[in-house]
C-alpha cells in the first residue's frame, strides 16, 4: 500500500470517515432515515470540495460529475441503492488529489513524467481511503477506475471493455464532459457544449464504453433542446 502524507485535507477525511463508521454501526443501511442519508451527503460533498480548494479549475466539478453521472445511469435503467453508490464515488473520485502538491495541480506547463505520475497516483490513493472506511469500502474499485477507458489506454491498470466496472465506466464519461467544458489552469479555453459532445461521439467504443458514452449524448442532446 503507498504511503499517505496525512496532509490537512486527509485528516480532515480520515475525521469524516470515522464519525460515519460509527454512525453506520448503530442504524442499519436499509432503514437508514432520510435525514441520516442527507448528513452522509452533506458530509461526502463538504469533503469534495474541501479538496477541490487544492485544484483552482475543479470547483464544484465533483457535484456537476455527480448529478450527470447519477442521471445518465437512470438513462442506463440502474436503480436503486448503486445510485446512491454512483453518487458518493463521483463526490469522491478526486479524494486522493488531497496528497498531490497544490503546484502541480494548478501547474500551467506541461507536466514532467514524474508529476504526471504524481497526477495518476489520485485514483488509487483515493482508493485506499475510502477502502478503510466500511460506509464507503464498496466504492474503492468505481474510484480506483475512474480513469480507465474502454480500449485500455487508461490507467491505473490499462483495464478494457466490461472489466472496468460500470460506474467507473459512468464516471469517465462524465468527468470528462464536464472537464472539457471548463476552464483549468492547464486549459485556458474550454469547449463548448458541442464541441465536447463531438468529442465524446468521436471516442465511442475507443475511450468510452459505446453503450453508456451513446446514452449519456442522447441525454445531453434532449437537455440542451429542453434549454434553448
Known amino acids: 500500500m503507498s504511503n499517505i502524507n496525512l496532509t490537512p485535507g486527509v485528516l480532515f477525511f480520515v475525521f469524516i470517515s470515522l464519525s460515519i463508521s460509527v454512525m453506520s454501526l448503530y442504524v442499519s443501511r436499509r432503514y437508514l432515515p432520510t435525514k441520516m442519508k442527507s448528513a452522509y451527503l452533506k458530509s461526502i460533498t463538504a469533503l469534495a470540495a474541501a479538496v477541490e480548494t487544492k485544484d483552482s479549475g475543479t470547483v464544484g466539478h465533483a457535484q456537476r460529475v455527480a448529478q450527470l453521472a447519477v442521471a445518465v445511469a437512470r438513462r442506463l435503467d440502474l436503480q436503486g441503492h448503486i445510485l ?67 480500449d485500455g489506454s487508461g490507467y491505473p491498470e490499462g483495464l478494457q471493455g466490461e472489466d472496468i466496472p460500470l460506474p467507473s465506466r459512468i464516471l469517465a464519461v462524465a468527468a470528462d464532459y464536464d472537464a472539457m467544458i471548463s476552464q483549468r489552469p492547464y486549459h ?21 464504453d459505446p453503450n453508456v458514452g451513446k446514452a449519456f449524448v442522447e441525454m445531453m442532446s434532449e437537455s440542451s433542446m429542453m434549454d434553448k
Not at 479524494?95 to 488509487?124: C, F, R
Not at 485556458?188 to 468510452?208: F, S, V
Open 84 to 150: 446512491e453508490r454512483i453518487e458518493y464515488a463521483a463526490l469522491l473520485m478526486d479524494i486522493g488529489k488531497a496528497n498531490v502538491p497544490q503546484a502541480i495541480l494548478n501547474k500551467k506547463n506541461p507536466l514532467t513524467e514524474a508529476e504526471w505520475m504524481m497526477i495518476q497516483s489520485h485514483s488509487g490513493l483515493g482508493s485506499e481511503m475510502v477502502a478503510a472506511v466500511p460506509f464507503l469500502a464498496d466504492l474503492q474499485g468505481y474510484i480506483l477506475h475512474h480513469h480507465e477507458y474502454w
Open 188 to 208: 485556458p479555453h474550454p469547449m463548448t457544449h458541442t464541441e465536447a459532445i463531438n468529442e465524446i461521439k468521436r471516442y465511442l467504443g475507443t475511450k468510452y
